[in-house]
């Protein structure tokens, strides 16, 4: 089971600052281009995303392959490829507006204000917000102004197409031709206007290559939010990303760790020795050998991808 969050009590400062561990210098040689990481594989390779913490929940930088061990269905794998470098990240922002909201959306723009001080220029950004339906509002673009500045103009609506709104956010997505995509949800978890089922959009997360990050604000006041924190939750946990319970002067800290972990994830890859085409689901787990002198270290990934079939 991936690893979750610890509960620790630190000043924001030490919550999120990162531990670099310097590798060992190696030899110049040019690093072949990485894949895409698409867990739904049509070849013999797996390519598994993973972002490794220490007690303290602070992202470690700077692991080798060594460092690591790859389980396919409790069957030890060789690890074949191996990367850990910041590239572009694709992140779409899915947005509620809905009337719950209607107190709630100063503390929704704080949130996307804050990721947006995480772009590069290469990265793409896009923005949906939804209520009664969801819209697609900005299509991907590298212009982070676009999207600050349509965040900071929203009202509130009426119902909550929350499903619905992450099946499309998970859609857009995919047009990035960029390796890394996440997906960051900010709502306080009612839903009742979906057409999508909940299993049906969980099933699309397992087949999808997408970290999905939850930023739950003012959550949890009636039965529909309940419902959709806990879906909210599992949707994330799924993907290989986090579930955040957010108050107001917690949300430069929750968009900081988003931000450190989008840069900083390790990409391992290898070949299944378990090569049947028969399209069904494997379970993923990825064990940490730690540097000596370190503490234990723990890693959050994805928990499985689909075979192939014919």
Known sequence: MAAGLFAVCLRPVDLM?????????????????????????????????????????RPITGLERENFKIFDDKVEQAITSFSSEDEPIALGFIFDTSGSMQGLLPQGRAAAAELLKFANPEDEFFLVEFDTRPRLVIPLTSNTSRIGLEVMMTKAGSATALIDALFMGIHEIHKSTKTKKALVLISDGGENNSRYTPTEVRNVVKESDVLIYTVAIGAGHDADSESGLRWMTGVSETSGAHMFYARGGELADIAEKIGIELRNRYVIGYAPSDRKRDGRYHRIEVRVVPPRGLPKLTAHWRTGYYAPSD
């Open 17 to 57: 600052a990162q531990v670099a561990i310097e590798p060992r210098q190696r030899p110049g040689t040019q690093k072949p281009a990485m894949p895409a990481a698409d867990l739904r594989v049509d070849t013999n390779l797996v390519l598994v995303p993973a972002t490794v913490y220490d007690p303290y929940n």
